[in-house]
């Protein structure tokens, strides 16, 4: 619609003006009118052309105005789409991220955790050795980092085999030496696979647990 108010600018306003040149110079310069500036329409016809064109050219001025704005419009309405799409792939990545940080948390707190008490199994005859309370350390604890825990256990499982039971205070110490050795293994994580850590710290806990029976 634009266009086509545009097209019809241009062809009314030559018309318009070849009407007004033909009074102008048609031989009206007498009466004063030449001599005297003076230039309003002398008949209808001619003043209705002069207004048809200052109308057309006024609608024409305005509809590019129109255009323009539209234009305008059109660019400000790309940028906030784009913006808006900017916006939803940043949500998507903070919620993969977050679900991501959760995810690692809760590997975090089964370090800690291990397994409950309940869900520990007996150590097996290859695991612990009932007659001699020889202990198989898993490889992880083989470790000779590791060695001043696993001599605690050594020697509380040597001597209930040779008495037949643990002393209260025998299980104080390994319940004590069995945290302190945890928290060890679990602020070392980064340094073990996940399965290996975690088998590892369950291990001791299944050591602890069996002086309980």
Aim: net charge neutral; proline share 2%; glycine share 8%.
């Amino acid at each position: 619609m634009i266009r086509s108010l545009l097209l019809a600018s241009l062809w009314i306003l030559p018309l318009a003006d070849q009407a007004f040149c033909q009074w102008y110079g048609g031989g009206y310069y007498g009466g004063g009118y030449a001599g005297g500036g003076y230039h309003h329409a002398s008949t209808a016809a001619e003043g209705y052309a002069r207004g048809m064109a200052d109308v057309i050219r006024s609608q024409g001025e305005a509809n590019l105005a129109n255009a323009q704005a539209l234009s305008g419009y059109e660019d400000a309405r790309a940028k906030y789409i784009d913006n808006r799409n900017k916006a939803t792939a940043a949500y998507y990545e903070r919620r993969k991220l977050r679900d991501q940080y959760k995810a690692a948390e809760k590997e975090e707190r089964a370090y800690y955790r291990a397994r409950r008490t309940s869900e520990l199994t007996p150590l097996t005859a290859e695991e612990l050795d009932p007659s001699s309370g020889k202990i198989t350390w898993p490889e992880l604890l083989q470790d000779p980092q590791y060695d001043q825990y696993r001599e605690v256990f050594d020697k509380i499982f040597a001597q209930r085999a040779a008495d037949g039971i643990a002393t209260n205070n025998d299980y104080v110490i390994a319940v004590n030496t069995s945290k302190e050795w945890r928290q060890v293994l679990t602020e070392k994580r980064d340094e073990y696979v996940f399965n290996t850590l975690r088998d590892s710290i369950l291990f001791i806990r299944r050591l602890e647990n069996d002086l309980s029976l």
